[in-house]
């Protein structure tokens, strides 16, 4: 088709909006819609937004800004925002200039229809209907047909070769203070068990590999039918009979009392579940996690760590922090400090403090910590890790792991050992460590074996060994 209307996707936030995309790009896909990398061509531009933080906020009204420039070569594009600030924000989008369709993620069934209307019409549209409360919901239904539709197919969606990943829940219950994912995207669903082992089937005969299970508590996926409950551990075992699926990851955990051994216990015994876990911590301060609505205290948190490394040896685990939460003192932070340095992470990701418009947290404090003593934290977080990353990555020095080749390197990394004429590959071992090394680029998607010889705090670098 030549004269198919085009469609560009920008995609802002986590692995949940990312996946979003992917579906609705299957959608439009079937619809007819071929995919341009340039906006100046695009008939239609869908914004997948991200409301976590301010500033993912503000990065979507400067890219929307931006669209008004490409409006005025094609007066007739359509500009469709979806995603968490699609929810949040609802009807007061459409009063920008550049914005025809708002439609909320647990809406993105009706995108297409929306999209078509606007063309027809030349007027703006809008789906945002409160959150989805109750599974029994028909909106929740087409949810749930628009994942099995779509989730399993469409290379353009997805980011990397051989790997996808699947939704296991929606939603949240639990209502950390600061957080708005519970508004925007409403409380936690878990998918039937027979439609995700569907989908990853399905995965596995287009060569799918690696699949990461997706939710927000994930490790509390429980999904009742009759007598019989389905766990994550009971998910795991069964996604690892799959033939072809390779490794399995699952994120993020919540860090529980109940944790559920079952789930370590499943990675200790299958050499298919991934030896990793994203659990965050937020802070190590048990008054801020009061605040915060965390259930644990730190001493909690790291008993079950140290519970996980007696079950899972070798497990390595990633954590979040957000510095500065309204009314951290130094004292505070200095906690937040001791557990970096006490849990071994192999990475952690750190945040500023962003207050967002109706969550808890934001109704009861300021926010009175000072931005530059929020960057200042920030900067002295990622230091503490940034030296325990470094040791843990000379470990591996001498080295053979095993990898799944993500793709050409993005970043001109240089190895000095390796100075041959293929182009640096990136890929990732079991424990999420990622390792560059000069290879074929048709290896995107395998396994490799690559002996490491050289190491920075967040990558390694290698040879291929074989
Ligand atoms: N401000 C800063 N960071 C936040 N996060 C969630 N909400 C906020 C907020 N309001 C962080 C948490 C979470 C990660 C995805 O984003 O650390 O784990
Ligand atoms: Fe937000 Fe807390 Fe739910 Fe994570 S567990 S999505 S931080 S409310």
């Excluded at 993005?410 to 190895?415: C, I």
């Amino acid at each position: 088709m030549n004269n198919a209307r085009t469609v560009h996707i920008k995609s802002f936030g986590c692995q949940m909006n990312k996946l979003d995309t992917s579906l609705v790009a299957s959608a439009l896909r079937e619809a007819g819609f071929a995919f341009t990398e340039s906006v100046k061509e695009a008939d239609v531009v869908v914004i997948n937004t991200c409301s976590v933080r301010e500033h993912a906020e503000a990065r979507v009204v400067s890219h929307l800004g931006h669209l008004k420039h490409a409006r005025k070569h094609r007066p007739d594009m359509i500009v469709a925002v979806i995603g968490c600030m699609a929810q949040r924000l609802g009807e007061s989008l459409l009063a920008h200039d550049v914005v025809n369709v708002v439609c909320g993620p647990g809406q993105i069934p009706q995108l297409v229809h929306l999209i078509e209307e606007a063309f027809a019409s030349n007027a703006k549209r809008m789906a945002v209907a409160d959150v989805i409360r109750d599974p029994e919901d028909s909106s929740s239904d087409a949810l749930e047909q628009f994942e099995s539709a779509y989730g399993h197919e469409g290379e353009e969606g997805r980011a990397l070769r051989g790997q996808a990943f699947v939704r296991v829940m929606r939603g949240c219950d639990n209502f950390c203070t600061y957080c708005i994912v519970p508004y925007v995207r409403g409380p936690e669903q878990c998918r039937p068990p027979a439609r995700i082992l569907d989908q990853v089937r399905r995965l596995a005969d287009e060569g799918i590999r690696q699949v990461t299970l997706l939710g927000q508590t994930v490790n509390s996926y429980q999904y009742r039918n009759g007598q019989k409950t389905c766990s994550l551990a009971d998910l795991l075992g069964m996604v690892a009979e799959v033939e072809g699926i390779e490794w399995i990851r699952f994120v993020t955990s919540y860090p529980s009392e109940e944790f559920y051994d079952d789930i370590l216990h499943a990675m200790a015994s299958s050499p298919k579940v991934c030896r990793y876990l994203h659990m965050p911590a937020q802070s190590g301060s048990d008054r801020i996690l009061r605040a915060m609505n965390r259930h644990y205290t730190a001493a909690q948190y790291l008993e079950l760590l140290a519970r996980a490394r007696r079950i899972v040896p070798d497990i390595a685990i990633a954590g979040d922090f957000i510095v500065g939460f309204p009314g951290e003192t130094d004292e505070d932070f200095q906690a937040t400090v001791d557990l970096v340095q006490q849990a071994r992470y192999r990475n952690c990701f750190v945040f500023k403090y962003s207050p967002r418009p109706g969550t808890t947290a934001d109704k009861r404090h300021r926010d009175c910590v000072p931005d530059e003593i929020k960057q200042r934290r920030n900067v002295e977080l990622l230091a503490v890790q940034e030296a325990v990353s470094e040791r843990l990555s000379r470990g591996f020095l001498g080295r053979i792991v095993r990898v799944l080749v993500e793709g050409p390197s993005k970043k001109a990394n240089v190895n000095p050992t390796d100075a041959h004429s293929h182009p640096q590959l990136v890929g990732r071992t079991a424990t999420d460590c990622i390792v560059v090394f000069n290879g074929s680029p048709s290896l995107a998607g395998r396994f490799v074996d690559v002996r490491i010889t050289e190491t920075s705090p967040l990558t390694l670098f290698g040879v291929l060994a074989e």
